[in-house]
T-cell receptor, first 112, second 114 residues
Framework: RKEVEQDPGPFNVPEGATVAFNCTYS??????FFWYRQDCRKEPKLLMS???SGNEDGRFTAQLNRASQYISLLIRDSKLSDSATYLC?????????????FGTGTRLQVTL | GAGVSQSPSNKVTEKGKDVELRCDPI?????LYWYRQSLGQGLEFLIY????????KSGLPSDRFSAERTGGSVSTLTIQRTQQEDSAVYLC????????????FGSGTQLSVL
């Protein structure tokens, strides 16, 4: 089983739609969780951290379910500019440098 | 510079040759990471440095791969006797000490082994 698993998609949604991605992780010792965004042929960039209580940043909401070992990303009112690959990232440690494990990503295509 | 700088941006080499990839992290970032990404695939962890030491080099695929970091700054990833399966984009990232959640990535080195 992969350490971090994501549905590769693609998710094709119209502008204005709400879309959600899930990501599961196998290491129960994982402590920190993040979503990164990667545009085609570009480097990944941090989208948001995922906190235990869930957190929101504008149209983006991240949730963590430790019992079931998954995290989710919800995008409301999708924009064309949201088209990208969304990478789930987990790491076992907090506060210090450590190995970050990336999922293979979920591709989102927002259309007119 | 303002961001993570990697060189060369593109490298074409022949099978069996050695290559060196360079990463210049953001000034003051003590953690440095190497990942590689094959076409259409996710990021594969290779190694990370805290200062000049490498606490985790578990991702290096074989003993043909090595990396070093000197002066807590520039890092070099060396691949000896390159094979076609080494073809990928090699990404370097850096982060502030104790802030491993925000990695700043360079634009990568596209390595093609013919």
């Amino acid at each position: 089983r992969k350490e971090v698993e994501q549905d590769p998609g693609p998710f094709n949604v119209p502008e204005g739609a709400t879309v959600a991605f899930n990501c599961t992780y196998s290491n129960s010792a994982s402590q920190s969780f993040f979503w990164y965004r990667q545009d085609c042929r570009k480097e990944p960039k941090l989208l948001m951290s995922v906190y235990s209580s869930g957190n929101e940043d504008g149209r983006f909401t991240a949730q963590l379910n430790r019992a079931s070992q998954y995290i989710s990303l919800l995008i409301r009112d999708s924009k064309l500019s949201d088209s990208a690959t969304y990478l789930c990232v987990v790491t076992p440690n907090t506060g210090t440098a450590s190995k970050l494990t990336f999922g293979t990503g979920t591709r989102l295509q927002v259309t007119l | 510079g303002a961001g993570v700088s990697q060189s060369p941006s593109n490298k074409v080499t022949e099978k069996g040759k050695d290559v060196e990839l360079r990463c210049d992290p953001i000034s003051g970032h003590t953690a440095l990471y190497w990942y590689r990404q094959s076409l259409g695939q996710g990021l594969e962890f290779l190694i990370y440095f805290q200062g000049n030491s490498a606490p985790d080099k578990s991702g290096l695929p074989s003993d043909r791969f090595s990396a070093e970091r000197t002066g807590g700054s520039v890092s070099t990833l060396t691949i000896q006797r390159t094979q076609q399966e080494d073809s990928a984009v090699y990404l370097c990232a850096s982060s502030l000490a104790g802030r491993n959640e925000k990695l700043f990535f360079g634009s990568g080195t596209q390595l093609s082994v013919l």
